[in-house]
């Protein structure tokens, strides 16, 4: 039987569903948590990058002459170089809201997790039984306003959740922020900017996608502007918070709570401020994590990686111009 020609390297682990697309198209080389180098050093004869948010930059494409495809296991593509690729004539492919119910939930699991104090309780009911119950006080969802900033697929569960689930009240920060876009939700909710957003909700969840106009947008200021009993939520990315500024407003109760899933810095140090305040719930970048987001994801991807190697065009390329 004749060898396949295709080569893949995966970087992030892919449920065997879809992986076992590749295994039979060709080689799969596994480099889990990659260091510095480590992917760059495995590239020849390559054709395809399974990947997570590792960089991928012009350094791995120098070394890549046969690399056609980028696969992101994710949504956001901001981690590769996609200008660089497209120039390439390399596909970039993703996974757009395939992973956006378990986001959505994981978002709620943040807030929960904050508002009720499910983590400083668990742990002090482990080391000191009884003694904070009267102490952890926490704060009802129903009837307060969530301020989304973006609505996309997530902000728009998000949004729903909040909505119907605990009967919220909805601002929205968007960049189209279309009357039509909440009818077809089915929920009532008002556009505002970011400003008035930041100022008037109790909770402020991020949910937009990182670009050069979104970095930094929650700025020192823009933290200033918050509730002092309002929480911070971010499933999104790391970057488009101020970190330094964050911490400071929550480790002088300015805000009175944050849920953070992402960092600026990833994996973040562990001497990161933010890990000795109380008043925060951290998780490792991992709000897409379910099994059920994981089977979609794998399979939309690896089905795609093949229908481009066979000389198709997926729909799901972010940078289509490589068809032409």
């Known amino acids: 039987m004749t060898e396949s020609p295709w080569k893949f390297v995966q970087t992030f682990p892919v449920p065997d569903v879809g992986l076992d697309m590749l295994r039979a198209a060709g080689s799969v080389v596994q480099i889990l948590d990659p260091q510095p180098g480590e992917v760059e050093a495995n590239m020849a004869g390559t054709h395809v990058i399974v990947a997570g948010t590792e960089p991928i930059t012009e350094s791995t494409f120098e070394v890549s002459p046969d690399l056609e495809i980028i696969g992101r296991f994710g949504a956001g593509v901001d981690s590769v170089d996609v200008e660089a690729a497209t120039k390439r004539g390399i596909a970039v492919l993703n996974t757009p809201g395939m992973n956006s119910?378990?986001?959505?939930?994981h978002t709620f699991a943040?807030?929960?997790g904050i508002t009720h104090h499910v983590?400083?309780?668990?742990?002090?009911t482990r080391t000191e039984a009884f003694?904070?119950?009267?102490?952890?006080?926490?704060?009802e969802l129903e009837g307060k306003t969530l301020g989304i900033v973006g609505l996309g697929d997530i902000g728009s569960r998000v949004a729903r959740i909040g909505h119907f689930g605990f009967g919220m009240k909805l601002l929205v920060h968007t960049a189209n922020p279309h009357p039509q876009r909440l009818a077809d939700l089915g929920i009532e909710a008002r556009y505002v900017d970011l400003d008035e957003l930041m100022s008037a909700a109790d909770v402020v969840t991020l949910h937009t996608a990182l670009t050069p106009e979104t970095t930094g947008m929650i700025s020192r200021e823009r933290?200033?502007?918050?509730?002092?009993?309002?929480y911070l939520i971010n499933t999104a990315r790391g970057t488009l918070i101020d970190e330094g500024a964050l911490a400071d407003l929550l480790a002088a109760n300015r805000i009175r709570g944050a849920g953070l899933d992402v960092f600026v810095v990833e994996p973040p140090s562990l001497d990161n401020p933010l890990f000795q305040l109380p008043n925060v719930v951290l998780t490792p970048h991992m709000s897409s994590n379910s099994d059920d987001a994981f089977a979609r994801m794998g399979i939309l991807l690896c089905e795609s990686i093949l229908e481009r190697l066979q000389g198709g065009r997926p729909w799901n390329c972010v940078?289509?111009?490589v068809y032409e």
Not at 223 to 230: F, R, S, V
């Open 101 to 105: 119910q378990t986001v959505a939930e």
């Open 110 to 112: 943040l807030l929960l």
């Open 119 to 124: 983590a400083q309780a668990d742990a002090s």
């Open 131 to 139: 003694k904070l119950r009267t102490v952890l006080v926490g704060m």
């Open 223 to 230: 933290l200033e502007l918050m509730k002092p009993g309002a």
């Open 319 to 321: 940078n289509p111009e």
